[in-house]
């Protein structure tokens, strides 16, 4: 995932300076949501 956002990055800042904020903002917020979620589901598994 890192190396896919590292080689995209170049091209939009360059196609589209205002369509990357908005982009890695909801990408982040995307990776934020599923950690926490992904955790609890796998120490509930670990538990049971």
Do not use: E
């Not at 995209?8 to 589209?16: C, L, M, Q, S, Y």
């Not at 990357?20 to 509930?44: D, G, N």
């Amino acid at each position: 995932m890192a190396l896919m956002a590292k080689a995209r990055k170049p091209v939009r800042g360059v196609d589209a300076p205002s369509v990357r904020p908005t982009a890695y903002a909801a990408w982040l917020v995307a990776v934020v949501l599923s950690v926490p979620v992904f955790v609890v589901l796998s120490v509930i598994d670990w538990i049971w």
